[in-house]
């Protein structure tokens, strides 16, 4: 019986580690996909400017907050994080106040005019 117990226990460690992967490797590709469409309009330098119909199409598709969440200090190097903020914004997947994208933290109460200006990294 404490076989059965045991080999039950590594079925669902194995299954919960197999699910947490799979859903990294997913929120990564979603993250290059977006970056990929939409770096025209969230790369540093420069105001923040409306996505084309490619970049809205990518963004709509795919988790932002979840891809803000997973933003590195070696994507913030290229990737504006407040005008990734607005995009999610503006692609109708707002990111909440207070959430990290990388170590950009979003300010309450947000606006992307406000936000870009005062030095979120443009």
Not at 22 to 48: S, W
Not at 54 to 83: F, H, V, W
Not at 84 to 90: P, T
Not at 93 to 114: D, E, H, L, N, R
């Amino acid at each position: 019986m404490a076989t059965i117990k045991l080999i039950l226990q590594l079925l669902v460690y194995t299954s919960v580690f197999t699910i947490s992967t799979v859903h990294q490797v997913c929120g990564d590709k979603a993250k290059g996909y977006v970056v990929k469409r939409c770096f025209n309009f969230i790369k540093n330098g420069g105001a923040y400017r409306s996505p084309d119909h490619y970049c809205l199409m990518a963004c709509t598709t795919s988790n932002m907050i979840s891809i803000c969440c997973g933003m590195t200090a070696k994507d913030q190097k290229k990737i504006s994080m407040a005008k990734f903020v607005c995009l999610a914004q503006e692609c109708g997947q707002p990111v909440p106040p207070g959430t990290k994208c990388a170590s950009y933290t979003v300010p309450t109460p947000f606006s992307c005019t406000i936000s870009i200006t005062k030095g979120a990294q443009p």
